[in-house]
């Protein structure tokens, strides 16, 4: 989450900030549940839920509002993972070597599958 501003001001821009970080946690526990789903333990993601639940709660004021959100980021964030299974596979292996990744090395990874990808 380092360089992503965290703070909400009601702006719409400050609201689609928010959601994306929060379908940032969530879109590791469903990459690992999807790449290896026998592993999976429910305490994996936990922090992750509890930052996007926390995340959630700071733009919606309500539980029930955040949860219904989450939800609904959740079903996104299910979506995006599924599809490009292949990004976040490359994404993956890079992860594992170097520890972290920017959001330009992300980019320069996925550049080149873009062009293969029959779907872009």
């Known amino acids: ?13 400050a609201r689609n900030r ?4 929060i379908m940032i946690c969530l879109a590791g526990p469903i990459a690992q549940r999807r790449f290896a789903p026998r592993s999976w333990r429910h305490w994996h ?15 919606n004021g309500s539980t029930r509002a955040a949860e219904a959100h989450l939800n609904w980021l959740k079903i996104r964030t299910e979506d995006l993972v599924e599809s490009p299974w292949s990004f976040v596979e490359r994404v993956a292996a ?6 972290t990744l920017g959001p330009e090395e992300i980019r320069s990874l996925l550049l080149p599958m873009r062009s293969e990808d029959p779907g872009s």
């Open 45 to 59: 993601g936990a922090s992750d839920y509890q930052m996007a639940f926390d995340l959630a709660l700071r733009i």
């Open 18 to 21: 928010i959601e994306r970080a």
């Open 1 to 13: 989450m380092s360089g992503i501003r965290l703070d909400f001001d009601g702006s719409d821009h």
């Open 94 to 99: 890079d992860l594992s070597i170097r520890g």
